[in-house]
């Protein structure tokens, strides 16, 4: 029997993308490595035939970072993005007869594209070329950025095929471009854009257009709710809709729902609202969208239409990148299994959908640990869920055992009821050492409606820190959990609710924090996300003289509490909880003396990409709660 290590989890090769022709005949998905292990990530494009049984073929394109492959409206043709002429300046591309043809040279590169029903058209969302005087201040390293006057946005343009030409229609007032989704019947463009392109301030200010490609003009539909994306048509005995997915207002933290717009009366609505469970995808079809939802555990599709929802089934565990054929009669998605990886997968909406890939063969006889879903009630009875992995071969009456609790991202996340085995630290990778490991689903996440999501707004590490004490409660008390080795870990939000339970109790006999918060009024200062993560601390540092509500939620407050061994892993650039964090708990934690390591990976964001920085992770993570865990 082959040993799972740590080289079969990072090298493997995962599915992204799945695009179904509209005709459904044909499938294209790529194809990346699990890690970086050069200067450039080379990706594969791969088509196969859905008819029968089609065997995956790869579309020659050399070394290249290949990304968001689109068909035209007659399945004919297919379009991808290449960087094969120079990287990191993506450029699109013509599948069509079996040759590969470069169709734009911009050298800003090109970021999204959209094949429309005329033939001779393709819209592109790309950044503005650079001036001769852009070209000059680089080269004389005359670039101080004024906040306004140099960020770079996405603006809309129209390839002519038949001329090769590419124009900038003069609308949107210099708005960054997010979406665009054509009417099905060739009418004109939903248009989705955003006052700036960074991650704080864009998201707050989406708008929604109509563009008019043979007339270039448009017309502002109005404003759209936090986060919004995943534009989708449909004709009702009214007339057009326009539906998209937004977070619920008015919080930043808060369930998303579906939102539609009746064009011939100007009335919106919220489609979703009261449902206990989240949308995630709107996927478009000749006729009524389907729906995605996250459904506690598992995986909820719709269709949506004039009279409301229709469930078509519950798939088991998560459904991602859902994409559909024009008759709304065959799906593909990545999806997987508890003890397989994700796959691109493919049937109709109503289940079961076929394994249409095998991107991970190397796995295949690897015995993993026993997952199995918990259901339990917390302290104040709301329904909670979650999963538990046992060592593989073992069961509850085997215990107790070592137990790890992680904490998943977000906090707008979950643990769905599919293979729990990546890089970062993961269920699986600890079951094979001999731990039980639980997966908690608290308060703040999806896929139990908008107020379980909303719960946590401005209260985070309350009610979602006593809905994970009481499930590891609830195994100490069913003997699955030794009450005397516990450990905690987590990553990003995860990340910071492993830093907030060794603050406070000293249950648990080893941490760690994999890119955590450790002061929210912080993040909010110099993270990404800014007011976002306000939402969730409570408050700003200029909400006027303190202490503020952020301060009461922020491990660094009560680090002097900390008696816990600590490990802190953090990328060196990460911008979303950005290093000073680290920096931050390591600091308290060598002046009050509490035992810890702090590890810092250099080049990596807040998610690793290079291959040896995943291998040390999953090594030292097993390393770690070895030495405190493990009798």
């Not at 035209?72 to 002429?85: H, I, K, N, W």
């Not at 592109?124 to 650079?130: F, I």
């Not at 929604?208 to 994306?229: C, K, S």
């Not at 910071?496 to 000293?506: F, G, I, K, N």
Request: aromatic share 6%; with cysteine; glycine share 12%.
């Amino acid at each position: 029997m082959t040993e799972l290590s740590a080289e079969l989890v990072v090298d493997g090769r995962v599915p992204r993308t799945p695009v179904i022709s509209p005709d459904g005949s044909r499938l294209c998905h790529v194809v990346t490595p699990g890690c970086l292990t050069g200067d450039h990530l080379d990706t594969e494009l791969w088509l196969t035939g859905l008819d029968g049984d089609g065997v995956p073929v790869r579309v020659p394109n050399g070394p290249a970072t290949v990304s968001d492959p689109r068909w035209s409206g007659d399945s004919g043709t297919l379009f991808f993005l290449s960087d094969r002429a120079e990287r990191g300046v993506p450029q699109l591309h013509r599948l069509d007869g079996g040759e590969v043809t470069a169709l734009t040279g911009w050298r800003a590169g090109i970021t999204g594209h959209l094949p429309l029903a005329d033939p001779g058209l393709v819209a592109l969302l790309a950044g503005d070329e650079p001036t001769e005087e852009d070209e000059r201040r680089a080269r004389e390293r005359d670039d101080a950025v004024v906040a306004g006057e140099h960020e770079a946005h996405d603006r809309l343009r129209l390839l002519d095929l038949r001329t090769g030409r590419i124009a900038t229609p003069g609308v949107f007032a210099g708005r960054h471009v997010v979406e665009v989704r054509q009417r099905p019947d060739g009418g004109p463009l939903a248009v989705l854009t955003r006052a700036a392109a960074d991650s704080d301030y864009g998201p707050r200010t989406g708008r929604l257009h109509l563009f008019d490609p043979v007339t270039g003009t448009a017309e502002d539909l109005g404003p759209v709710g936090a986060e919004a994306y995943s534009l989708a048509w449909w004709l009702s005995a009214d007339g057009w809709h326009l539906g998209w997915i937004a977070l619920t207002p008015p919080l930043l933290q808060a369930g998303t729902a579906v939102f539609d717009l009746a064009l011939s009366s100007g009335a919106r609505s919220n489609r979703t609202a009261d449902l206990p469970m989240c949308p995630t995808e709107l996927c478009p079809t000749g006729a009524a969208p389907l729906v995605v939802f996250a459904d506690g555990l598992d995986t909820t599709v719709a269709s949506l239409d004039a009279t409301g929802l229709t469930v078509l089934a519950r798939h088991p565990g998560h459904l991602g990148d859902v994409t559909s054929s024009l008759d709304g009669k065959r799906i593909a998605a990545l999806t997987g299994t508890r003890h397989e990886p994700v796959n691109v997968h493919a049937g109709a909406p109503t289940g079961p959908l076929r394994k249409v890939t095998d991107t991970r063969p190397q796995l295949k006889g690897i015995t993993l640990g026993t997952q199995q879903p918990l259901t339990y009630r917390a302290a104040d009875g709301l329904e909670l869920d979650g999963l538990l992995v046992l060592p593989p071969g073992r069961t509850a009456s085997d215990g107790p055992f070592p137990l790890v609790t992680i904490v998943h991202g977000g906090p707008y996340a979950r643990y769905a009821d599919t293979c729990q085995l990546f890089w970062w630290p993961s269920a699986q990778w600890l079951a094979t050492a001999g731990y039980a490991v639980f997966l908690p689903n608290p308060r703040g996440g999806q896929g139990h409606g908008h107020e379980f999501a909303a719960a946590v707004a401005g209260r985070v590490g309350q009610e979602e820190w006593t809905d994970i004490l009481t499930g590891v409660d609830l195994l100490v008390a069913g003997g699955v959990a030794d009450p005397g080795r516990l450990g905690i870990a987590g990553w990003s939000h995860g990340g910071y609710m492993s830093a907030w339970a060794v603050s406070q109790s000293d249950r648990f006999r080893a941490a760690l924090v994999g890119a955590g918060v450790a002061d929210w009024g912080m993040l909010a200062a110099d993270g990404e996300n800014g007011q976002f993560e306000a939402a969730l601390g409570g408050s700003v540092g200029w909400s006027g003289i303190g202490p503020h509500p952020h301060d009461a939620v922020s491990p660094i407050s009560y680090a002097g509490r900390i008696r816990t061994p600590v490990l802190i892993l953090h990328g060196a650039e990460d911008t979303n909880v950005p290093y000073g964090q680290a920096v931050y708990l390591h600091r308290a934690l060598r002046h009050f003396g509490v035992e810890h390591e702090f590890v810092t990976y250099p080049r990596e964001g807040h998610s690793f990409r290079e291959r040896n920085h995943q291998l040390d992770v999953m090594r030292r993570t097993r390393a770690w709660f070895d030495r405190w865990l493990q009798p």
